[in-house]
């Protein structure tokens, strides 16, 4: 972090110094919610949480170099006091922000292709100058103004992921974080339980754009209605960006290689260039369009933007995470999460891979779904059967819909052990298995087992 005083963190959360913490002494380092984290010149934010009371490893967290700590109440050790840790972390985050005026956020948000657009943003504005885009899924209160305490004072741009679960979650976070540019991908039905509808996810995606300066600009996916109707909630300069013939940043004969890796022309305002992603998943030609798109509203140029894109593979992990075991087997890791949406863009991409061997899918249940759940799932098992996957593995009963949905026999199995017996077993030369399921399931369990084999 940009060296801030104990004082001015207490200045900037309204927090009081506790037991001896030094008014003068600067954090330094690294702003971290695990105390395991913790090295010379941290700040350790304790945080009361289900199982495990941060308050509990303050004093473990100074010894082990942390200045001081942020909690609710006295530990016994150098510390903050404030009234709310959330809150306090989020005053911080802001009060980075107004230290670096000349840095730039970037925002992006949607029911699928966060964490990945948000690693394509870092690759294009890496380009232009110091960038701020760590890897992982750092989208929620605590994530996002812990990513911005990473920004030093050479920092110029800082990509910032906006998650929600309900309305008025992405607008708080613009509180902290205000955008300059807000990247809009997609409203789909990824945590549907929560939001009711559709209507509701827009709403609530909609609040990044919401949040722009006029002079700012709203990348915003024309394939997509929702999100191009965002348009009219926003002063910013709209770009769009898609297959649409009417997109500014347009996908022009999108085709996919042998390892379903997206190719295609990207036509924009600035000229036209061809586009190889190393990628898997014909999705990624929207995450990329979108980031080149941002990249375009901020003056960078297209050449060196492209190259990043291309150069750009999976770096949070167990997103399309495709690995080639010496028998030619090739494993997917895409265990990260699974929404509708995702699922049936993770299907396509198995259906593309080019193998002499056989399409495995092995997937476990997506939650978050309410009243869609049994549907969602039964779909997911139809889209599978259309797209000519030869065997299906259903882990874990709640994920038995989708077996209902496939016409063939499908394998319906326990657990991720289970899953990894049954396929290591029956594997051949040249198979292809994906591996998907909500983030809960730990499904990744199964592509590393047979990755290791
Ligand atoms: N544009 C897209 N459309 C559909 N699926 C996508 C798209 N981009 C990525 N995905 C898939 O969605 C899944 C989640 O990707 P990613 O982690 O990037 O999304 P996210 O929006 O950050 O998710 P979360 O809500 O968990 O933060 C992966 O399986 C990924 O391959
Ligand atoms: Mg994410």
């Known amino acids: 972090m940009i060296p801030l005083r104990l004082q001015e963190i207490c200045r900037a959360t309204g927090g009081r110094l506790v ?19 913790v090295a010379d010149g941290s700040l350790f934010v304790a945080v009361r949480g289900e199982h495990v009371d941060g308050h509990d490893f303050a004093r473990a967290a100074v010894d082990s170099g942390a200045v001081a700590f942020l909690g609710t109440r006295t530990t016994g050790a150098p510390g903050i006091v404030v009234d709310d840790a959330e809150v306090a972390l989020g005053a911080l985050g802001s009060a980075v922000l107004r ?6 956020v970037v925002g992006v948000t949607g029911s699928a292709g966060k964490t990945s657009t948000k690693d394509l943003l870092g690759a294009v504005f890496a380009t232009a100058g110091p960038t701020v885009a760590p890897a992982g899924n750092l989208n929620n209160e605590y994530g996002l103004p812990l990513t911005v305490t990473t920004a030093t004072s050479d920092t110029e741009t800082i990509v910032l992921e906006y998650g929600a679960r309900g309305v008025g979650h992405i607008r708080y976070l613009t509180t902290i974080a205000p955008p300059r540019i807000g990247v809009v991908l997609n409203v789909g039905s990824a945590h549907l339980g929560e939001f009711g509808s559709r209507e ?5 995606k909609g609040e990044l754009v919401e949040a722009l300066p006029p002079d700012g600009a709203a990348i915003l996916n024309a394939d997509d209605a929702l999100v191009a109707a965002m348009a ?13 013939e009417s997109a500014d940043v347009r ?6 290689d042998d390892a379903a890796r997206a190719r295609f022309t990207l036509s924009t305002p600035n000229g036209r260039a061809f586009v190889a992603l190393s990628l898997h998943g014909a999705h990624h030609a929207h995450n990329a369009a979108a980031a080149i798109a941002a990249g375009l509203a901020a003056g960078l140029d297209l050449a060196p933007m492209v190259a990043a894109v291309e150069g750009a593979s999976a770096r949070s992990p167990h997103r399309m995470d495709v690995r080639t075991r010496a028998d030619g087997v ?6 990260y999460n699974a929404s509708p949406d995702s699922m049936v863009a993770g299907l396509h991409a198995l259906a593309r891979m080019k193998t002499t061997g056989r399409r495995w899918a092995v997937l476990g249940a997506m939650r978050e779904l309410g009243v869609e759940t049994e549907t969602a799932h039964r779909d997911v098992g139809v889209a599978a059967a259309k797209l000519g ?5 259903v882990v874990g009963p709640d994920a038995a819909s989708i077996a209902a949905g496939w016409a063939g026999d499908a394998k319906v199995v326990d657990d991720a052990d289970d899953a990894a017996d049954l396929v290591a077993r029956e594997l051949r030369d040249g198979d292809v298995v994906l591996v998907k399921a909500s983030n809960s399931e730990r499904l990744w369990r199964v592509a590393d087992r047979l990755v290791q084999a």
């Open 19 to 37: 037991d001896g913490a030094d008014p003068d002494r600067a954090v330094d380092g690294t702003v971290v919610l695990d105390s395991r984290a």
């Open 99 to 104: 230290r670096l005026p000349a840095a730039r």
């Open 200 to 204: 509701m996810v827009a709403q609530a």
């Open 232 to 244: 009219a909630r926003t002063q910013a300069t709209v770009t769009t960006y898609g297959l649409a």
């Open 251 to 256: 996908i022009v004969d999108l085709a996919t």
């Open 330 to 335: 090739v494993v997917i890791d895409d265990a």
């Open 389 to 393: 996957i030869d065997r299906l593995v």
